[in-house]
């Protein structure tokens, strides 16, 4: 008996699915009549590194950057909290980095902007098996840069090259991992509140999530290499990797950190 295809996201209802290597048309500049009319009324998720890096372009605390400029949507279907950009309070909602002549934080945009016109998709965890992402071609009618005399031909792998959205993925391997974690095999387990604010905290608010590592008893509970404890001191995207290396112990029990003897003896008295 074949297995059945899982639903698509609501999201990507309605795309065209790419077969593998296969292209698609694009292009997008000012000359593009539609330029800039994808930057409003859109739902943006953004990553932990889309947070991360707006954050420091911005000169904000991770903590104030969240409060300011995202908001948490909560529905049934949500296994982990979800971090999505604010649209300016307005009747248009355009994005809040949007000016007159584009985008005002285009060197670090969020990836989902990166990626469109793609979509992609990570199927449902399976035990024993790598999930492996399928991408999907947004056909909007708004958008016009698939329609263009100067439209270029892209495959997925050589629009995500172009846009950096493979390199950031590299970085990000270990947020894939948590999200695909095959502790959800099923959709029937659902992570407690703790679990859940610790998940928001290790991935999003990393300001707030290396002060838990240097300023409480957390040390003392784990052993650091002191080269590793060097770098999470000052290097951001280090910190990222580690915060999804202790997420996979903190939320699944998986052996990623070394407890020290007298936090293992605590623990298991506890």
Same mark, same amino acid.
């Given at each position: &008996?074949?297995?059945?295809?899982? $639903? %698509? #996201?609501?999201?990507?209802? @309605?795309?065209?699915?790419?077969?593998?290597?296969?292209? +698609?048309?694009?292009?997008?500049?000012?000359?593009?009549?539609?330029?800039?009319?994808?930057?409003?009324?859109?739902?943006?998720?953004?990553?932990?590194?889309?947070?991360?890096?707006?954050?420091?372009?911005?000169?904000?605390?991770?903590?104030?950057?969240?409060?300011?400029?995202?908001?948490?949507?909560?529905?049934?279907?949500?296994?982990?909290?979800?971090?999505?950009?604010?649209?300016?309070?307005?009747?248009?909602?355009?994005?809040?980095?949007?000016?007159?002549?584009?985008?005002?934080?285009?060197?670090?945009?969020?990836?989902?902007?990166? &990626?469109?016109?793609?979509?992609? $998709? %990570? #199927?449902?965890?399976?035990? @024993?098996?790598?999930?492996?992402?399928?991408?999907?071609? +947004?056909?909007?009618?708004?958008?016009?840069?698939?329609?263009?005399?100067?439209?270029?031909?892209?495959?997925?792998?050589?629009?995500?090259?172009?846009?950096?959205?493979?390199?950031?993925?590299?970085?990000?391997?270990?947020?894939?991992?948590?999200?695909?974690?095959?502790?959800?095999?099923?959709?029937?387990?659902?992570?407690?509140?703790?679990?859940?604010?610790?998940?928001?905290?290790?991935?999003?608010?990393?300001?707030?999530?290396?002060?838990?590592?240097?300023?409480?008893?957390?040390?003392?509970?784990?052993?650091?290499?002191?080269?590793?404890?060097?770098?999470?001191?000052?290097?951001?995207?280090?910190?990222?990797?580690?915060?999804?290396?202790?997420?996979?112990?903190?939320? +699944?029990?998986?052996?990623?950190?070394?407890?020290?003897?007298?936090a293992a003896a605590a623990r298991e008295h506890a």
């Open positions: &008996m074949s297995r059945a295809e899982p $639903a %698509l #996201p609501r999201v990507l209802e @309605g795309t065209r699915q790419l077969a593998a290597g296969q292209p +698609f048309p694009f292009t997008c500049h000012p000359g593009v009549p539609c330029f800039n009319a994808c930057c409003a009324d859109v739902n943006i998720i953004l990553t932990p590194l889309d947070v991360l890096r707006l954050a420091r372009t911005l000169g904000l605390h991770t903590r104030e950057f969240l409060d300011r400029h995202t908001i948490n949507p909560i529905t049934r279907e949500l296994q982990l909290p979800i971090v999505m950009l604010k649209m300016r309070d307005e009747p248009a909602k355009r994005c809040p980095f949007l000016g007159e002549q584009g985008c005002l934080v285009y060197g670090q945009r969020p990836w989902a902007c990166r &990626m469109y016109p793609l979509g992609m $998709a %990570l #199927p449902p965890a399976r035990a @024993g098996e790598q999930p492996e992402p399928v991408f999907f071609v +947004f056909e909007d009618d708004h958008c016009q840069g698939r329609r263009q005399p100067d439209a270029m031909q892209w495959t997925a792998d050589a629009w995500r090259g172009d846009q950096e959205v493979s390199a950031r993925d590299q970085l990000e391997a270990g947020f894939r991992e948590l999200v695909c974690h095959p502790w959800f095999i099923g959709g029937r387990r659902q992570l407690d509140p703790r679990r859940i604010e610790m998940f928001h905290m290790a991935c999003y608010d990393l300001d707030t999530f290396r002060s838990l590592v240097f300023e409480s008893s957390f040390r003392r509970r784990f052993s650091l290499d002191p080269d590793l404890e060097s770098r999470l001191a000052t290097d951001d995207e280090a910190l990222l990797r580690f915060a999804f290396h202790w997420l996979k112990f903190a939320l +699944f029990g998986e052996p990623t950190m070394t407890l020290r003897d007298s």
